[in-house]
């Protein structure tokens, strides 16, 4: 299989210069050598999008796939799993549509850790509505509903995500494909839920490119996936109120195996040892 196999005939329509594009390519890299690689299989791949500018990415992937309500993709794509747990399940949502509107979602789909892997498109604004501000909107932003700019802290989705007992935690960059691809071909073979954040930077309202060349670096490759604590130092690095003088970092931050929601067979035996359980308690 080659990434071109994964082109629609749709047209795209994605800013010139949006990192949405090598977020794609790298996505269809990662598609493409699973499938080569015997790890995947292209008609039990589903994606499941929100609504935004990273919507579009079920026009662009000649795949299964669901287009969702606004902040709503996470539970739909829960469902979809549930039904048929032999599905690869992967979403697409943005900053403001999940860390907005569907943040409970995914806090519980990481808690339960469900089988899906979210793969969310960071730009840091509303870009599709022109320029809002979102949860992860840097100090001091500028956009049409604050034109006199934010003074509020922007969430740690990292730091949130591990907080939730995710049982994969990744941030990648748009600007480094190849980097971006390994990532993606992780999170996606990962057994349990998989959180995949990409630095996306859209040119019209909030161009990060030079920025986040400039004040990324990658996580160490020995370091411990299992140390829950040394991921949340990595992900405690980034200062938001001194963007200029730290660094994000970028790689896989935790990844821990454990059971996973769909897995109703264990989940069923674990019922009846917590029925066991509190049938023995004294109150």
């Known amino acids: 299989m080659n990434p071109i196999d994964l082109n629609t005939y749709a047209e795209n329509t994605w800013c010139p210069g949006c990192g949405n594009f090598s977020l794609l390519n790298s996505f269809k890299s990662a598609i493409s050598e699973l499938v080569n690689d015997n790890k995947l299989k292209k008609e039990e791949i589903v994606i499941v999008t929100g609504i935004g500018c990273h919507g579009k990415m079920f026009d662009y992937l000649n795949l299964n796939g669901f287009y969702a309500l606004h902040g709503r993709a996470i539970p739909t794509a829960e ?3 549930l039904a048929n747990k032999k599905l690869n399940v992967i979403i697409f949502v943005g900053d403001g549509d999940c860390y907005g509107e569907g943040i ?28 809002q501000f979102t949860p992860t909107s840097p100090w001091g932003y500028k956009g049409k509903s604050k034109p006199q700019g934010i003074f509020e802290l922007p969430l740690n ?70 140390n829950q604590e040394h991921a949340m130092k990595y992900a405690n690095e980034f200062d938001y109120l001194n963007v200029e003088d730290t660094q994000m970092s970028l790689g896989i931050f935790y990844k821990k195996s454990r059971k ?22 004294h109150y």
């Open 104 to 131: 409970e979602h995914l806090i519980f789909a990481a808690k339960r850790n469900a089988n899906i892997t979210v793969i969310v498109h960071n730009n840091q604004n509303y870009a599709l509505t022109t320029g």
């Open 260 to 281: 996973d929601f769909e897995d109703l067979e264990k989940i069923k035996d674990e019922k009846q040892d917590m029925k066991k359980h509190l049938l023995n308690r």
């Open 157 to 226: 989705p990292i730091k949130l995500m591990l907080s939730s007992n995710a049982s994969f935690v990744a941030r990648g960059f748009a600007g480094d494909i190849d980097h971006l691809k390994n990532i993606f071909k992780e999170g996606i073979t990962h057994n349990g839920f998989s959180f995949i954040e990409v630095i996306q930077p859209e040119v019209t309202w909030l161009d990060t490119w030079g920025f986040y060349r400039a004040h990324t670096k990658k996580i160490p490759e020995n370091h411990d996936l299992s």
């Open 79 to 81: 469902g979809i799993k």
